[in-house]
Every structure is written in C-alpha cells, then in structure tokens.
C-alpha cells in the first residue's frame, strides 16, 4: 500500500502586520525631515538643558513633587482608614474630604491658597494664658511655593485615599477576621497581615500618581515658582528661543519621569516577591483544596 504523500505547508501571510509597520515607519522619516527642516536651533538646546535656572527649575520640580506625594500620601492613609471606620461621622467627613478635593481644578486650588491673604490677612493661633503660637501675615506662612505644595498634595491626596481604600478592599476579610482569632490587634492586624498584600494593589497606580504629579508641578509656573516651564519662559525672554528653551525643558521631564518609572518598577517586584517565595507558591497549591474532611465510604 503506497503511503500518502504530507500535505504542503501553506504560510500565513500577515500583510496587515507588514503594511501597518510600513506605515509607521513612513511617518516617523516624515516626522524626522519636518522636525529636521523647522526652524529650530538644534545646537543650542544642549547648552539650554545645563542653564543654572533649568538646573533650579529641575531640581524645584523634584522637590515639590516628593514633598507633594509623600504628604499625600500619608493625608491619604489617614482619610481612607476613615472612610473605612464605623463612625458615621468620620465616614461622612472623609466622603466630604475626597468630594472636594477631587472634585475642584488643581490650579484652581493653587490660586486659592496662593490667594488666601486677600480674605485672611494674618494667621493665629492662639496659646491659652500665653499669647499666640503662630501669629503671621498670610503672605508670609504662604509662599508661592508653599501655595502650590499645598494645592498639589490636597489634590493628590483624595486620588491616594480611593487608591488606599481599594487595596485595603482588596484583601479579603476571612483573612483579617483569622488575625482577630489568634489575638491580634486591629494595628498589628492592619500592619502585618493587611498592608503587605495590599501594597500590591496600591503601588502601581501610586506610581502613576507620581509621574502624573512631576507634569503636575508645570501648574505652579503660573504663581511664580521656578520650576521647568517657568525656568524655559525665563532663559526664552532673553533670547527668544522659545521652542529651543521648550525643548530642554521636555529632556528634562523625560529624565524624571523615566527614572520615576524604573523605580516604580523595582517597588513593584520588591512587594510582589512574597507571591514568588516557596511558601507562596505552597500556599496557592493548597488554596481552593476543601479544609473538611469527607465522608468516610
């Protein structure tokens, strides 16, 4: 009996995939011959990116966006475990605190506080029998800088307790109820059992937050602080080199956010490294396996 012959292999042809990489790259050597041929002094933007000003304005940007994030993050915390608690009243304010903060405009925020003085021209604090703690002009306690941390971080910091609030959700409540059966307390509950796996949840949109707080410091060059934007607009009225002066000013924002990302990168895995340990990986095999014993047959 004659053997029957293979049947030809037939490849799949994927033009979609060539013509769509053909068009890409058509319009990145577009984009390349129009960024080349604008007018633009390529030779000046390097000595841009190292003015003294753009080296302030970076370093501004930094500053004001940790300090913002951190303070948001920490005002986070604290609105999300109310939000969270039993006591209506502390529920109803923290549902108030996100509304508000959330609901209105980060520059909006920003020319309010930087504005403050116009309704309260001086700060007090009074100490009982003993004068005041903190007695000061409103311009002073408040500077620009000031104004645009305080903006920010109040922004931020209603995005921070939706964020805390989900993770915290995240974890499941047999969990927190096995915690309370062996004698742990609500704190060393929430520390040793709740926020490691929550952490997970938290951190990539927390990291997100944060590059989206670095752009976010661009709205503080409205109310005179000096950072990237506000730095390229000073070196561009001298020179009128706008564009070149813009451009510097984007490396800039490209380096930090780029190493923003690698950071977040090495959180992420450094919190996600308890799901690869072996007694992860044991317990995943057992989970689902029914804990009652079956009827003996």
């Given at each position: 009996m004659a053997e029957a012959e293979p049947l030809p292999i037939v490849r799949l042809r994927h033009w979609g995939r060539w013509v769509s990489a053909a068009v890409i790259v058509a319009l990145l050597v577009l984009l390349g011959f129009a960024l080349a041929q604008a007018q633009i002094e390529w030779g000046s933007v390097p000595d841009f990116v190292f003015y003294r000003v753009m080296a302030l304005g970076l370093l501004n940007t930094v500053v004001l966006a940790v300090i913002a994030q951190a303070i948001a993050i920490v005002l986070g915390v604290l609105i999300a475990l109310l939000r969270l608690s039993?006591?209506?009243?502390?529920?109803?304010?923290?549902?108030?605190?996100?509304?508000?903060?959330?609901?209105?405009?980060?520059?909006?925020?920003?020319?309010?506080?930087?504005?403050?003085?116009?309704?309260?021209?001086?700060?007090?604090?009074?100490?009982?029998?003993?004068?005041?703690?903190?007695?000061?002009?409103?311009?002073?306690?408040?500077?620009?800088?000031?104004?645009?941390?305080?903006?920010?971080?109040?922004?931020?910091?209603?995005?921070?307790?939706?964020?805390?609030?989900?993770?915290?959700?995240?974890?499941?409540?047999?969990?927190?109820?096995?915690?309370?059966?062996?004698?742990?307390?609500?704190?060393?509950?929430?520390?040793?059992?709740?926020?490691?796996?929550?952490?997970?949840?938290?951190?990539?949109p927390t990291g997100n937050d944060f590059i989206n707080m670095l752009k976010g410091t661009s709205m503080a060059s409205v109310i005179g602080v000096t950072e990237l934007i506000h730095a390229a607009n000073n070196i561009s009225s001298n020179n009128l080199l706008v564009m070149e002066t813009l451009i510097a000013a984007a490396i800039w924002y490209m380096v930090v956010v780029t190493v923003a990302g690698i950071g977040q990168h090495y959180l992420e895995r450094s919190f996600g490294a308890a799901d690869r340990s072996p007694v992860a990986r044991v317990g995943k095999a057992f989970k689902g396996m029914p804990l009652v014993r079956g009827a003996r047959v």
């Open positions: 039993a006591n209506p009243v502390a529920k109803w304010f923290a549902a108030a605190y996100i509304w508000l903060f959330r609901g209105l405009p980060v520059l909006l925020q920003i020319l309010i506080w930087y504005n403050l003085a116009l309704i309260f021209p001086t700060v007090s604090i009074p100490l009982p029998f003993c004068g005041y703690l903190v007695h000061e002009p409103t311009n002073v306690l408040i500077s620009a800088f000031t104004a645009a941390l305080l903006g920010l971080a109040l922004n931020e910091s209603a995005y921070m307790a939706e964020i805390v609030r989900a993770g915290l959700t995240s974890v499941d409540a047999g969990q927190t109820e096995a915690a309370k059966s062996i004698g742990m307390t609500p704190g060393a509950t929430l520390r040793r059992v709740v926020l490691p796996q929550a952490m997970r949840v938290i951190i990539p």
